[in-house]
């Protein structure tokens, strides 16, 4: 009976630490694909599956951009930080010039990050 005891309330425990885990996580963080090579910031990267988060939870200015797939890792300083006006889903935004795909802005489920638009040095 005290085996039974121990290994419930060892249970609930655990479920206790994975629930305050999840309320931790950053809201910020998204992931997105990307289909095609884009410049950040004067950094070109690869198409490929990426995620962006602030590097720190006080100052969610910095934000780093990476792709495990592709060994690609990018911080930049977004110019300005707006609370999400509207719903809708995460994402990404570019603006063309060119043949090159210049990311402008990043939208998760609670900012408007806008991002500093500077075309690659190829």
Aim: net charge neutral; proline share 4%; aromatic share 6%.
């Amino acid at each position: 009976m005290k085996k039974h005891c121990v290994r419930i309330l060892s249970a609930f425990l655990g479920l206790a630490t994975l629930a305050l885990a999840a309320k931790g996580e950053s809201v910020d963080h998204i992931a997105v694909n990307v289909p095609y090579e884009f410049v950040v910031d004067g950094t070109t990267l690869p198409a490929g599956r990426y995620t962006v988060k602030p590097i720190g939870e006080q100052d969610n200015k910095v934000l780093v951009i990476s792709s495990y797939e592709n060994h690609a890792v990018v911080m930049v300083l977004s110019t300005g930080i707006s609370e999400k006006a509207s719903a809708g889903q995460p994402s990404v935004s570019f603006r063309q010039v060119g043949e090159q795909h210049l990311l402008s802005k990043i939208q998760t489920d609670e900012h408007v990050f806008t991002i500093p638009v500077r075309e690659s040095g190829k």
